[in-house]
């Protein structure tokens, strides 16, 4: 089913669309769809009945990361098969496993993008791989290419800025934890060096959550 973006999600993205259902693989703590219930994880067949129509910007794998290491390579072919029947539409995958996005032939038209909340280790956190590792996938990738801080989490100035910069996006979004976790969080006026800094980088699109924290 191809359903309408709504939330807290991405403002540019217009629909979101999960053939990959269930407890994504990297179990990270704050994860929004921890407050659903988490059945095992499958793939939904019916869902290669959708039409994705066009001139869509659809968030392919919003509610579970399809390319996790556990994620079954015919699964991934499946839905990339599926998004080439679709061609006039903008696709975002994104992921925290994105070494994962260089053995596949991904459409022209997709936006690739992973998380980096920090630039610290946060493995008591995730399972997924460490964001330095993500950072460094983000850097071999050559397709168009996004980064999301969110939940952001107290980094090193100088060091986040280097690794926006060698990964080179067309642009960043920037946001908070807004479900009370807990999370070590920089303080307000770091947040705004940041913001500064990468507004020379690239574009930079702040959500709201994250009026909590700058203001």
């Not at 407890?23 to 499958?42: A, F, V």
């Not at 129509?53 to 399809?66: E, H, L, M, V």
């Not at 996005?101 to 038209?109: A, D, H, K």
């Not at 303080?187 to 924290?213: H, S, Y």
Request: with cysteine.
């Amino acid at each position: 089913m191809l359903n309408k973006q709504k939330g807290n999600m991405y403002p540019w993205v217009t629909h979101t669309w999960n053939i990959v259902k269930g407890k994504c693989p990297h179990d990270c703590e704050y994860c929004y769809m921890k407050l659903y219930p988490q059945k095992d994880i499958r793939f939904d067949v019916s869902e290669l009945k959708t039409d994705l129509g066009r001139g869509n910007t659809i968030f392919a794998g919003s509610s579970c990361d399809p390319w996790a290491e556990a994620i079954p390579q015919d699964w991934l072919i499946q839905i990339l098969k599926h998004c080439y029947k679709y061609p006039n539409n903008t696709y975002l995958f994104q992921s925290k496993n994105p070494s994962r996005f260089e053995l596949y032939p991904i459409p022209v038209t997709a936006i690739l993008g992973t998380t980096i909340e920090t630039n610290r280790h946060i493995g008591q956190f995730s399972k997924a791989p460490s964001t330095e590792e993500r950072m460094r996938a983000m850097v071999r990738i050559k397709n168009r290419k996004m980064v999301s801080i969110e939940p952001i989490m107290d980094f090193d100035l100088a060091e986040m800025v280097i690794w926006v910069r060698w990964i080179n996006p067309e642009f960043i979004s920037i946001g908070a934890d807004s479900k009370g976790h807990n999370l070590p969080e920089p303080p307000a006026d770091k947040i705004k060096q940041l913001i500064e800094a990468l507004k020379e980088i690239t574009e930079v699109k702040i959500k709201d959550n994250l009026k909590r924290l700058s203001q």
